[in-house]
């Protein structure tokens, strides 16, 4: 994960920057719109590489994981610090399928301001809308940046026209592209009605706008003029007047409309011409807030009063932890963003969540896989702490005079699920601890020993991020895992009630061993327990102390029962009788007695198969709705409602059987082309279908050859 030379970490030194020369914004979008190659472009522009590496080469500054190479898209966010025009813009580079939506809520925590990149070619995707929902959470001012403006079929205007008719006149063009031969070669500017072209340089030549684009420009400028207006009474009135404001008068209020969220700027370029990134950075630095225009609040653990801290560089030191990084040549970074104070080499901050001191040593910031030592981190910045003992992501760190908590990142929950196990006999341990490292890294994993079932089961967003993991764990950690359909966990009850006797007899010289019970077997009616015991045996047929060898062997029983070796659940025993032996009888008679009775009673009183059953709730945009319920019906759910929500999305409710939640996932996102989510908990236990209860007890029957022997 970081550049090694001769097996030595590559450090190199970086600028300070104070707090209104910071810039923090994420690149959003649909996976493989560009913004790994955006990055890429940026970071030539600004001299910090030499050459423009590739995706296809595996040779991009953001995507630098053996994982990402090899499969040639973004997995983990990567922090890269681009320096344009004396600012440091940290771009927070994301990856856009789902099965990462991790990283993206990380990173989003983490900045002030957003970049939603759009392929002209390909156009608004799914990846785009929730790009747009996101910025909405969490009220980011944003860009709209649109690549591909090199291929033939890109579409500037109708990207535009697109976004216009989502999202309303907020949308607002800086420029036009200008192509001649079917080549992008240049753009009209907007705010001052210039055209410009690419010149041999890198640089541009001004010239007349084109007939073409003098439509286009008329109505792109008038929409911008009309935003300006709006922003106070003064200019609505000059404006209604017939007066032009002047350009900085329109920057300005652009400013404070893309700050607030009401004016959304579209820009375009070409990354792999790397054309289009010069005015992308120069309107970042221009428009896009420094965190000193952001609020941010905490609460004074010591007090209990909201803490204002506001990335103010005069208060008391605090910092958030929004992502780790677990290598395992080096140890672990903790990134974080400085929430107010100035932090310095060698300060000791108090993590109020561990109640404890991490020494921080040196300060660092990250270059995609490099690490460069940094002297001081103003209230704004990113950077990264090495080596924190006990600090994890999403906590706060303070000074203890000042501890300071702030609210923790909400995480997506998981609900893909996979039993995995070992490939290799004896890695167990070694895969338990090499997991908790990816654990430690991505918040949506998580690992459930599920001793009911035997099995260990791996929760995350999707499959494709399962199979990242057991990749990873191969690659990173040499250690093998194979992935499984889960097991459902089933269990056994009774309809009827049976009474039966069975005696134990056996002799064998010496001592033999006799017990003898007669009992009876009923549903108790609580389903939420495996069995109740009594007994009502008089005249001492059975001695006392004989009972509790009864209830044992009940115990033990439970645990798997005679139809598909399934728990058994809401049983009431009863044992009213039998008989002893003073010499021959003993707990471990009578506890055999009582399991050979145990499976004879239950066989004979209407033994049925039980599912679990969870509430389902899917929310899909409102046309997918029937298609949605359809294959919902297939997978035996009975759907109890519907409800609608946001942008115009609806919340489908079913009962489902946990059998049929496996593959779901993937279903769900091919038919709402990846719109859909779903989410799930365990509701009841219902008696399964004949159909399967006989798979399930066909598929089992081994399992009672074990509980036999």
Same mark, same amino acid.
């Given at each position: 994960?970081?550049? &090694?030379?001769?097996?030595?970490?590559?450090?190199?030194?970086?600028?300070?920057?104070?707090?209104?020369?910071?810039?923090?914004?994420?690149?959003?979008?649909?996976?493989?719109?560009?913004?790994t190659s955006?990055?890429? !472009?940026?970071?030539?522009?600004?001299?910090?590489?030499?050459?423009?590496?590739?995706?296809?080469?595996?040779? /991009?500054?953001? =995507?630098? +994981?053996?994982?990402?190479?090899?499969?040639?898209f *973004?997995?983990?966010?990567?922090?890269?610090?681009?320096?344009?025009?004396?600012?440091?813009?940290?771009?927070?580079?994301?990856?856009?399928?789902?099965?990462?939506?991790?990283?993206?809520?990380e !990173?989003?925590?983490?900045?002030?301001?957003?970049?939603?990149?759009?392929?002209?070619?390909?156009?608004?995707?799914? %990846?785009?809308?929730?790009?747009?929902?996101?910025?909405?959470?969490?009220?980011?001012?944003?860009?709209?940046?649109?690549?591909?403006?090199?291929? #033939?079929?890109?579409?500037?205007?109708?990207?535009?026209?697109k976004?216009?008719?989502?999202?309303?006149?907020?949308?607002?063009?800086?420029?036009?592209?200008?192509?001649?031969?079917?080549?992008?070669?240049? &753009?009209?500017?907007?705010?001052?009605?210039?055209?410009?072209?690419?010149?041999?340089?890198?640089?541009?030549?001004?010239?007349?706008?084109?007939?073409?684009?003098?439509?286009?420009?008329?109505?792109?400028?008038?929409?911008?003029?009309?935003?300006?207006?709006?922003?106070?009474?003064?200019?609505?009135?000059?404006?209604?007047?017939?007066?032009?404001?002047?350009? +900085?008068?329109?920057?300005?209020a652009?400013?404070?409309?893309?700050?607030?969220?009401?004016?959304?700027?579209?820009?375009?370029? *070409?990354?792999?011409?790397?054309?289009?990134?010069?005015?992308?950075?120069?309107?970042?630095?221009?428009?896009?807030?420094?965190?000193?225009?952001?609020?941010?609040?905490?609460?004074?653990?010591? /007090?209990?009063?909201?803490?204002?801290?506001?990335? +103010?560089?005069?208060?008391?030191?605090?910092?958030?932890?929004?992502?780790?990084?677990? =290598? @395992?040549?080096?140890?672990? &970074?903790?990134?974080?963003?400085?929430?107010?104070?100035?932090?310095?080499? #060698?300060?000791?901050?108090?993590?109020?969540?561990? +109640?404890?001191?991490?020494?921080?040593?040196?300060?660092?910031?990250?270059?995609?896989?490099?690490?460069?030592?940094?002297?001081?981190?103003? !209230?704004? #910045?990113?950077?990264?702490?090495?080596?924190?003992?006990?600090?994890?992501?999403?906590?706060?760190?303070?000074?203890?005079?000042?501890?300071?908590?702030?609210?923790?990142?909400?995480?997506?929950?998981?609900?893909?699920?996979?039993?995995?196990?070992?490939?290799?006999?004896?890695?167990? #341990?070694?895969?338990?601890? *090499?997991?908790q490292?990816?654990?430690?890294?991505?918040?949506?994993?998580?690992?459930?020993?599920?001793?009911?079932?035997?099995?260990?089961?791996?929760?995350?967003?999707?499959?494709?991020?399962?199979?990242?993991?057991? $990749?990873?764990?191969?690659?990173?950690?040499?250690v093998?895992?194979?992935?499984?359909?889960?097991?459902?966990?089933?269990?056994?009850?009774?309809?009827?009630? $049976?009474?039966?006797?069975?005696? &134990?007899?056996?002799?064998?010289?010496?001592?033999?061993?006799?017990?003898?019970?007669?009992?009876?077997?009923?549903?108790?009616?609580?389903?939420?327990?495996?069995?109740?015991?009594?007994?009502?045996v008089?005249?001492?047929?059975?001695?006392?102390?004989?009972?509790?060898?009864?209830?044992?062997g009940?115990?033990?029983?439970?645990?798997?029962?005679?139809l598909?070796?399934?728990?058994? /659940?809401?049983?009431?025993?009863?044992?009213?009788?039998? $008989?002893?032996?003073?010499?021959?009888?003993?707990?471990?008679?009578?506890?055999?007695?009582?399991?050979?009775?145990?499976?004879?009673?239950?066989?004979?009183?209407?033994?049925?198969?039980?599912?679990?059953?969870?509430?389902?709730k899917?929310?899909?945009?409102?046309?997918?709705? %029937?298609?949605?319920?359809?294959?919902?019906?297939?997978?035996?759910?009975?759907?109890m409602?519907?409800?609608?929500?946001?942008?115009?999305?609806?919340?489908?409710?079913?009962?489902i @059987?946990?059998?049929?939640?496996?593959?779901?996932? !993937?279903?769900?996102?091919?038919?709402?082309?990846?719109? %859909?989510?779903?989410?799930?908990?365990?509701?009841r236990?219902?008696?399964?279908?004949?159909?399967?209860?006989?798979?399930?007890?066909?598929?089992?029957? $081994?399992?009672?050859?074990?509980?036999?022997?």
């Amino acid at each position: 994960m970081f550049t &090694y030379y001769n097996n030595v970490r590559e450090v190199l030194e970086m600028n300070v920057y104070t707090t209104e020369k910071i810039r923090n914004v994420v690149l959003l979008g649909h996976s493989g719109c560009g913004k790994t190659s955006l990055v890429e !472009a940026m970071a030539y522009l600004a001299g910090q590489t030499t050459r423009m590496g590739t995706v296809a080469d595996g040779s /991009t500054i953001s =995507d630098f +994981d053996k994982e990402e190479i090899k499969r040639q898209f *973004s997995i983990h966010t990567s922090v890269v610090p681009i320096e344009w025009d004396n600012v440091k813009i940290n771009i927070l580079d994301t990856p856009g399928f789902f099965d990462f939506v991790g990283e993206v809520e990380e !990173a989003v925590s983490a900045a002030d301001a957003a970049i939603i990149v759009v392929s002209g070619k390909a156009g608004i995707q799914t %990846g785009t809308k929730r790009a747009w929902e996101i910025c909405e959470k969490y009220k980011l001012p944003r860009m709209i940046f649109v690549t591909d403006m090199d291929i #033939d079929n890109a579409s500037f205007k109708d990207v535009v026209l697109k976004l216009q008719e989502l999202y309303g006149k907020k949308i607002a063009p800086f420029h036009l592209p200008i192509r001649e031969n079917e080549k992008f070669v240049g &753009y009209v500017n907007v705010i001052q009605q210039r055209a410009k072209r690419w010149n041999e340089s890198g640089g541009v030549d001004k010239f007349d706008v084109p007939e073409y684009s003098k439509e286009n420009l008329g109505i792109c400028r008038e929409a911008l003029v009309e935003a300006v207006a709006e922003t106070s009474e003064e200019f609505m009135d000059r404006y209604f007047g017939g007066e032009e404001f002047s350009d +900085d008068e329109i920057r300005a209020a652009l400013r404070a409309n893309v700050l607030e969220g009401s004016i959304v700027p579209v820009l375009m370029g *070409s990354n792999i011409l790397a054309r289009g990134m010069y005015t992308l950075m120069a309107d970042i630095v221009k428009y896009l807030p420094s965190p000193e225009k952001r609020s941010c609040t905490g609460i004074n653990t010591k /007090t209990n009063e909201v803490y204002n801290a506001d990335y +103010d560089f005069a208060k008391s030191k605090s910092a958030y932890v929004f992502k780790s990084i677990v =290598d @395992p040549y080096i140890g672990k &970074y903790s990134l974080i963003k400085v929430n107010s104070g100035v932090l310095k080499t #060698d300060d000791v901050l108090y993590n109020y969540h561990r +109640d404890c001191d991490e020494k921080i040593g040196k300060l660092y910031v990250m270059r995609g896989s490099k690490v460069e030592e940094v002297k001081e981190l103003h !209230a704004g #910045d990113i950077g990264a702490l090495a080596k924190l003992t006990k600090t994890l992501t999403t906590d706060s760190l303070s000074t203890r005079n000042m501890p300071v908590t702030y609210l923790r990142t909400s995480i997506s929950k998981p609900y893909v699920a996979m039993r995995y196990k070992a490939k290799k006999k004896g890695d167990e #341990d070694k895969i338990s601890q *090499s997991l908790q490292k990816l654990l430690m890294e991505d918040l949506t994993l998580n690992s459930v020993n599920d001793s009911e079932n035997g099995q260990t089961v791996l929760y995350g967003i999707g499959d494709m991020q399962l199979e990242v993991v057991a $990749s990873e764990l191969l690659e990173k950690y040499k250690v093998e895992i194979e992935l499984m359909r889960p097991k459902v966990a089933f269990k056994e009850t009774i309809r009827k009630k $049976s009474d039966v006797e069975y005696k &134990y007899k056996k002799q064998s010289g010496g001592h033999g061993q006799y017990g003898h019970v007669k009992m009876t077997f009923e549903p108790s009616g609580d389903m939420d327990t495996p069995y109740v015991f009594e007994q009502t045996v008089v005249g001492g047929a059975v001695p006392k102390n004989f009972f509790p060898a009864v209830e044992k062997g009940i115990a033990e029983s439970v645990k798997k029962g005679p139809l598909a070796a399934y728990p058994v /659940t809401g049983i009431k025993a009863v044992l009213y009788d039998g $008989s002893y032996h003073p010499v021959d009888s003993s707990e471990m008679a009578f506890k055999v007695a009582t399991q050979q009775a145990f499976k004879k009673g239950i066989m004979e009183a209407k033994p049925v198969l039980l599912e679990p059953i969870a509430t389902l709730k899917v929310v899909v945009p409102e046309g997918y709705t %029937g298609d949605v319920m359809g294959e919902l019906n297939k997978r035996r759910a009975r759907v109890m409602g519907m409800n609608p929500t946001d942008n115009g999305y609806q919340e489908i409710v079913a009962d489902i @059987p946990y059998l049929e939640l496996y593959g779901y996932n !993937a279903t769900l996102r091919s038919m709402t082309s990846g719109s %859909g989510t779903f989410s799930y908990e365990f509701a009841r236990y219902e008696q399964a279908p004949d159909d399967v209860a006989a798979k399930q007890i066909e598929e089992r029957a $081994s399992k009672l050859v074990e509980v036999e022997e």
